[in-house]
């Protein structure tokens, strides 16, 4: 799914703190970079055509346009993640006021597609910032945080590109769009290609391709991800029978919807 955010009129970039137990599955892109830190969590990452196990703390620098999605199994203990929102446009307008100081974060920006993974002694150096960008009220001291966090992290030497391609999801490309809403939203139902493909206006290869390329499972993979993704929640946050779950969740045989689980998530 494609993601927007609301700034406030006050600043230009968007932060937030969230505090999980558990952190779900949720492919998604948006336009703008994405600076996370990741505390007392571990699990998967996945960006763009890259998979990989990661722990805290994880601090990773994802480019604009690229799909991506964090999941950690539950736990106790709450994750805290930090997220920084920077606008697409947002470097280049920096240069074009003539702050010429902003060049010195500019092969960051640059080389941040598809996405930069930051070392465990950055990160950790990088929690106090965080810590108070998400406290302070003053736009001018956020500011002068994000500057710093910058700085931090270019002169991080185990910096490393976290992934070889670079498959970038256009979020003006409509009929992705289409074929993820639909998707997204009818896969408790026997949903198939053919319908997919005429509610994007496409050709059924069209949607296999696409699939392929922007999440990179295949049409039955991402349905059934999409379906076990939702029975987590209902066995989070209701006491309904596994056969009800199962139905619920697009799985007609429930025998089917255990081993699919299993394979999954891990565990019965």
Not at 16 to 44: A, D, R, V
Not at 96 to 117: D, K, N, W
Not at 135 to 140: F, R
Not at 226 to 238: D, E, P, Q, S, V
Request: charged share 20%; proline share 4%; aromatic share 12%.
């Amino acid at each position: 799914k494609r993601e927007t955010f609301r700034y406030d009129l006050s600043t230009s970039w968007f932060s937030t703190h969230l505090q999980l137990h558990e952190i779900p599955f949720k492919w998604h892109y948006h336009q703008e970079y994405e600076l996370t830190l990741t505390l007392h969590s571990h699990g998967k990452r996945y960006i763009g055509d890259h998979a990989a196990g990661y722990s805290s703390p994880d601090l990773v620098f994802i480019a604009p346009n690229q799909p991506h999605s964090w999941e950690s199994p539950h736990s106790d203990i709450a994750s805290e993640i930090f997220v920084i929102m920077i606008p697409e446009t947002w470097f280049n307008r920096q240069l074009m006021s003539g702050v010429e100081e902003y060049r010195t974060i500019s092969q960051l920006f640059s080389c941040a597609s598809p996405a930069i993974h930051f070392s465990a002694e950055c990160a950790k150096k990088s929690e106090e910032l965080f810590r108070k960008i998400t406290v302070c009220h003053s736009p001018l001291e956020r500011l002068s945080y994000l500057i710093l966090l910058f700085e931090l992290l270019i002169k991080d030497k185990g910096l490393e590109h976290i992934s070889e391609k670079n498959q970038l999801l256009p979020y003006k490309n409509q009929r992705v769009d289409k074929i993820l809403y639909y998707m997204d939203t009818h896969f408790s139902t026997p949903v198939t290609l053919q319908q997919v493909a005429d509610f994007a206006h496409c050709s059924i290869s069209a949607v296999k391709r696409d699939l392929a390329t922007f999440v990179g499972l295949s049409f039955s993979e991402y349905i059934v991800k999409l379906r076990i993704n939702r029975a987590c929640f209902l066995l989070r946050t209701t006491s309904l029978p596994l056969s009800v779950i199962a139905s619920q969740c697009g799985f007609q045989e429930v025998s089917y919807f255990h081993r699919k689980f299993n394979g999954i998530v891990k565990c019965t």
